[in-house]
């Protein structure tokens, strides 16, 4: 039976993606170490310690569904859990966001999955498609998720990505606009463990994953970029082992010995420009293989389409997610310059 072949193959993720028909009703069960494994739907995984937690952990990947690395991390994650070799201590909600993405090794089927939170899923019946639904559905989840936990804990999320192009930074994080609260050192020391060395402050609203999280459950939330786009099973995860241990040890409430955090050992930047493709005729004036945080000069033309021109505005500005080949009103480059925190 179902139980049976969670609890002894491990395969939550495998089983959702290919017999994804076994999870059309919620599932619970109860490990024999006590923690108590609660499925949604297809993808989505909540566990819940006996014991009372201190921690809202929400892990989530495959919002882009060809970032495999971090499917990759958190399937394994989630089999040691089914399998008891890792035993949660806080309340943990892992999702695999997009997986039909996941099959056709895309980055989404029909649109961006990650422009669809916060409610930007709404939308005509003519508008409807998978990625929609499953913005609504996984915002449902964590707000579930959230709300259903102790009022005191700790509220994390940390949605996984690798990007598109190499990066001069190989691991980032973008911090969502906090609408003015404080960033925490604390959590910078965390990614930091975790291999991350630069933090890409946001100054906006956006229709993030991670801003959702931030923005209506004042979680610590996150979106992490852990390196560059590789398919399934090629991925050297040589370059994982510190998110891998670091989040393991989150999870299992092992002593994380993190150092304080020291601004002078990562580079902090804050976004400039959000430049849109408002034109088919949108051109990036730089090679398509630049890595992201590549700076140029004053005054250096980056990107132009009929009617306008973008250039920087600062020396040493640096180019972020540059794609010019996103949908017309999206977004094809971020701008980012050095500041402080
Ligand atoms: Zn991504």
């Not at 017999?19 to 024999?32: D, G, K, R, T």
């Not at 056709?104 to 019946?125: D, P, T, W």
């Not at 902090?268 to 949108?282: E, M, S």
Request: net charge negative.
């Amino acid at each position: 039976m179902l139980v049976e072949r969670l609890t002894l193959s491990g395969q939550f993720l495998a089983l959702s993606r290919f017999e994804p028909q076994l999870f059309n009703q919620p599932i619970e069960f109860v490990l024999a170490n006590g923690v108590t494994v609660n499925i949604s739907s297809p993808g989505v995984i909540q566990f819940t310690p006996a014991s009372t937690s201190l921690k809202d952990i929400v892990l989530s990947c495959g919002v882009h569904g060809n970032e495999t690395a971090p499917i990759e991390i958190c399937d394994d994650l989630v089999s040691q859990i089914l399998r008891l070799e890792l035993s949660p201590q806080h309340r943990l909600l892992v999702i695999f966001a997009n997986l039909p993405s996941m099959d056709i090794e895309k980055r989404f089927v029909e649109e961006n999955l990650n422009r669809l939170f916060s409610g930007a899923h709404f939308s005509s019946a003519s508008e409807q498609n998978l990625e929609r639904q499953r913005a609504k559905e996984l915002e449902q989840a964590v707000a579930n998720f959230y709300t259903q936990g102790n009022e005191s804990a700790q509220r994390l999320h940390y949605d996984l990505h690798t990007a598109i192009r190499a990066s001069k930074n190989d691991k980032f994080a973008v911090y969502p606009f906090l609408h003015g609260k404080q960033h925490s050192l604390e959590q910078l020391a965390f990614l930091y463990a975790c291999g991350v060395n630069t933090f890409l402050l946001s100054e906006s609203p956006t229709t993030t994953f991670s801003y959702y999280s931030s923005r209506q459950f004042g979680a610590h939330a996150f979106t992490v970029e852990l390196g560059k786009v590789q398919r399934f099973g090629e991925n050297d995860m040589s370059k994982f082992v510190a998110v891998k241990e670091t989040l393991t040890a989150l999870i299992a409430n092992k002593e994380l010995k993190l150092p304080e955090f020291s601004p002078q050992k990562c580079f902090i930047y804050r976004v400039n420009q959000v430049i849109n493709k408002h034109q088919a005729d949108f051109k990036l004036h730089f090679d398509s293989d630049t890595p992201n945080f590549t700076d140029f000069e004053k005054g250096h033309l980056l990107a132009s389409e009929t009617g306008a021109q973008y250039r920087c505005e600062f020396d040493n500005e640096a180019i972020v997610f540059p794609n010019e080949n996103v949908a017309i009103g999206q977004r094809a480059l971020l701008t980012v310059v050095a500041t402080k925190i």
